[in-house]
């Protein structure tokens, strides 16, 4: 069984399965991603996303910018990526969007070339 630690975190839909990237793993984002969390001890203020914007063709340089959706609602935090950039980035969540269980974190991120993902030079 896989223990998905205290807040029963879990990736799905646009996540893909991690994989071995030199001594780190990483997980691909196809589109949008989403992550789902619960929040049972009503003590989840902020969360943090490591995300690299990787070419995987050398001709590859679109910028990226990432977008969030909180149980539905748009929020206010954005991250924009250079090519090749990589950022941890940690926004602050407001408990009145957070449910008990089953909150849904919606990953969006835009190339600023819309052909990058369609002819898979660059994932997120």
């Known amino acids: 069984t896989l223990d998905h ?16 990237a ?23 203020r902020s969360i943090t996303l490591g995300f690299i914007n990787q070419p995987v063709k050398e001709s590859s340089d679109s910028s990226m910018l990432i977008s969030f959706k909180l149980n539905g609602n748009n ?12 950022i ?6 407001k408990s009145d969007l957070l449910k008990e ?3 849904v974190l919606e990953i969006n991120p835009v190339f600023e070339d819309p052909l990058a993902l369609n002819n898979k030079s660059q994932i997120t």
């Open 101 to 103: 269980n089953s909150n």
């Open 88 to 93: 941890n980035f940690t926004f602050p969540i």
């Open 22 to 44: 030199g001594a780190e793993r990483w997980r691909v984002i196809d589109r949008q991603g989403y992550i789902s969390f619960d929040n049972t001890d009503q003590d989840i």
């Open 75 to 86: 929020l206010k935090q954005t991250v924009k990526l250079k090519a090749s950039e990589r």
């Open 5 to 20: 630690g205290k807040y029963n975190v879990r990736f799905f839909d646009g996540v893909d399965f991690p994989f071995q």
